[in-house]
């Protein structure tokens, strides 16, 4: 039986030190390599993309959702992986190949995987070692080694219909392995299962309760559906037992009725103090386009010098992506014109075309977020999620071609 694909996003968390696997963004030698020393399964350097091979059944591509690079070996001859490679390489007999193959550990164990390095023929590894490569990811082993592989009442009630109701709001605390716990505001506790419905009323603030910890589902945009640590089941809107509208930990499939919004109870926003990664900017989708054509002829017997005017469309893109979205994709176009001087030969005409490379790039940047709240309290964040998305036209040049004028 074939093993059941990866999810489409993963983390992934080391049995030998318990620690997640993350990016290496600071700017230091070992920039860009994969390492096992993360603390939170939510930060965006600890996110991965997976992507099944276009040629092979059962291979598949990582890539680092921070900067949109796909695993690679660091350099010819080294085995380090890094995420650093701006597109993906199916070729198995190149070094820069990015085709992993997913292992699962166990035949009934869908969470616990180890990654063959396809080129090398290697698994992807933890590696034990002093600083400053210790806890760094090494496809070096032939076999697979087990530990450095393998990763009013309390109650809650839907009846509000103002965001500044007081009672309304909660608060969302993150646990490291990414399950959340949630504090209402109003009864400033957190919620609790017990049996199955939700309480505000836990002055627990550890992460030691499964019965008040969450797993946040992404149904959809603003979306999402709660499961509860305690029993498994989803939280949703039920009524009995002389309940309307409580909430509910008590289905085991994500039902209408437990398909969550989530509005943020924020005034204002502003964004200041960006960063721009440039060391991790990937470009791509580059290609030769022809931005203008002109024609220069000569029907004399001397040679002749013309100027001709070229008059082209540059039209330029760019997308500021985050936690949020900060606005949709805004495109600008200019009418520019160019002169370009050419000698044309006797009795003949030269063509003259402007080349331009047309090419799309990605730059990740950090920026500070600050938020007024509903009660007009100020908070910031320093966030490290945006992704930078530009296309434009750049390295302009002229080709020219001559051809003998028909008589």
Not at 124 to 138: E, H, T
Not at 157 to 163: A, P
Not at 173 to 179: E, H, V
Not at 232 to 238: H, I, P, S
């Amino acid at each position: 039986m074939a093993q059941p694909p990866l999810p489409r996003y993963v983390v992934l968390k080391c049995k030998y030190n318990n620690k997640y696997m993350r990016y290496t963004h600071e700017d230091v030698q070992q920039h860009g390599l994969l390492q096992f020393t993360g603390e939170q399964a939510v930060s965006p350097y600890a996110k991965f993309q997976v992507e099944p091979s276009k040629t092979v059944s059962g291979l598949v591509h990582l890539r680092c959702t921070y900067n949109n690079k796909y695993w690679v070996r660091w350099s010819e001859t080294q085995y380090w992986i890094s995420g650093g490679a701006d597109n993906p390489e199916e070729d198995q007999s190149k070094w820069s190949c990015t085709l992993f193959k997913p292992v699962f550990v166990e035949k009934d164990d869908h969470k616990t995987v180890r990654f063959l390095h396809v080129q090398l023929n290697h698994y992807a590894c933890l590696f034990r070692s002093d600083p400053p490569f210790g806890n760094f990811v090494y496809a070096g082993w032939e076999e697979p080694n087990s530990d450095l592989c393998d990763v009013c009442h309390e109650y809650l009630e839907f009846s509000g219909s103002d965001l500044g109701d007081p009672s309304v709001g909660n608060e969302v605390f993150t646990n490291p392995d990414g399950s959340i716990r949630i504090k209402s505001d109003y009864f400033n506790k957190f919620w609790r299962r017990s049996p199955n419905w939700i309480w505000g009323d836990s002055s627990d603030s550890t992460a030691g309760n499964a019965d008040t910890l969450f797993w946040p589902v992404k149904v959809g945009k603003s979306i999402v559906a709660l499961r509860n640590y305690g029993n498994n089941y989803f939280c949703k809107r039920l009524t009995t037992e002389g309940k309307t509208s409580c909430l509910n930990a008590g289905v085991s499939t994500i039902s209408r009725e437990a398909q969550i919004g989530v509005e943020e109870l924020v005034i204002s926003r502003s964004i200041y103090d960006v960063d721009f990664r440039l060391m991790d900017a990937r470009i791509y989708d580059q290609s030769i386009v022809t931005m203008a054509t002109g024609v220069a002829s000569n029907g004399t017997s001397n040679p002749n010098t013309a100027k001709v005017k070229l008059s082209y469309t540059d039209t330029k893109s760019s997308t500021w992506s985050g936690g949020y979205t900060w606005g949709e994709t805004n495109e600008s176009s200019n009418t520019l014109e160019t002169e370009y001087e050419v000698s044309v030969k006797p009795m003949s005409l030269t063509r003259i075309s402007l080349l331009a490379t047309r090419g799309s790039c990605d730059i990740p940047y950090s920026y500070t977020q600050r938020d007024t709240l509903t009660n007009g309290s100020q908070v910031a964040y320093r966030m490290d999620d945006g992704v930078y998305t530009g296309i434009n036209s750049f390295n302009f040049k002229y080709e020219t071609k001559e051809e003998k004028l028909v008589i």
